[in-house]
């Protein structure tokens, strides 16, 4: 995706994946720094971890609490200090509004899962003003810190711990339910039905269907996968490193055929 988006802007980069562990991501990105990187991506679990070592962080990374994108900035006297970014937040939404065609303001939303991605969904959904929103978490006390959170920064949001009891305009999956055929369903049948769901999205993309997915689309609802979120957030990226307007009918082809072969 990005090596597409790369070479249509004609740029002379290149886009590399490298395995880093956790201990080793201060290092990691002092080293690209010094190798004359334009930047760097970041994945779980480095999200957290590199909010603490980055020299500046954008409002975006501010404000949704994680750094998925390191720009390398160079002064007027060649000194090379590093800004974070988060583009994941920006991607969520636009995901859903361009591939759901759903606009968010004043839809009741059932969320499920409240780590990193859940949050940070909870927390963007709540800004674009939502009328409810319903998180379900393993742990509950996990949700109940992000509901916590949305109710300091949003209090106009009616955010409620637990299945909602009337229908909802969209059902969210942000957990990792579904990533292998023989996952169960991220939600409970007992306590809430698909057919009480207008819209449903999955931030999984591999497979493309998963069996949350399917279920919903068997009871009715317009599905989406997390393909849109994975493109938005790179698109928005490279962006950021190279100053241009991202070529994103180029990386959705090339994410496509990476992806599902098509």
């Known amino acids: 995706m990005q090596n597409a988006g790369i070479a249509a802007l004609g740029l002379n980069w290149r886009y590399l994946a490298c395995d880093v562990r956790p201990d080793h991501l201060r290092e990691a990105i002092t080293g690209a720094k010094r190798m004359g990187y334009v930047g760097v991506n970041l994945t779980v ?9 980055v020299d500046a962080l954008d409002e975006s990374a501010k404000i949704w609490g994680a750094v998925n994108t390191i720009r390398f900035e160079t002064d007027a006297q060649g000194n090379v200090t590093t800004r974070g970014f988060n583009t994941d937040a920006d991607a969520i939404t636009r995901s859903l509004k361009e591939d759901l065609q759903l606009e968010l303001r004043g839809v009741r939303v059932l969320l499920l899962g409240a780590g990193g991605a859940g949050r940070t969904a909870a927390l963007k959904l709540a800004s674009e003003g939502v009328n409810e929103l319903h998180l379900v978490n393993r742990t509950e006390s996990k949700a109940a810190a992000v509901a916590t959170e949305i109710q300091q920064r949003n209090p106009c949001i009616k955010v409620t ?6 229908a909802v305009d969209l059902i969210l999956n942000a957990t990792s ?7 169960a369903l991220p939600f409970d049948e007992k306590t809430f039905s698909l057919n009480q769901a207008r819209q449903a999205y999955d931030m999984i993309y591999r497979p ?6 399917k279920a919903a689309k068997a ?3 317009r599905t989406a996968n997390g393909l849109g979120m994975l493109l938005y957030q790179g698109a928005k990226a490279l962006e950021i490193w190279s100053g241009q307007t991202a070529p994103v009918a180029v990386m959705r082809a090339a994410l496509e055929k990476n992806v599902y072969g098509s």
Not at 45 to 53: D, G, N
Not at 161 to 166: E, H, L, N, S
């Open 177 to 183: 339910l579904g990533l292998k055929a023989e996952d």
């Open 219 to 221: 009871a009715g609802c």
């Open 161 to 166: 711990v637990g299945y909602p009891k009337a």
């Open 45 to 53: 679990p480095h999200k957290l971890l590199a909010m603490e070592m």
């Open 208 to 213: 493309a269907e998963t069996p949350f997915l």
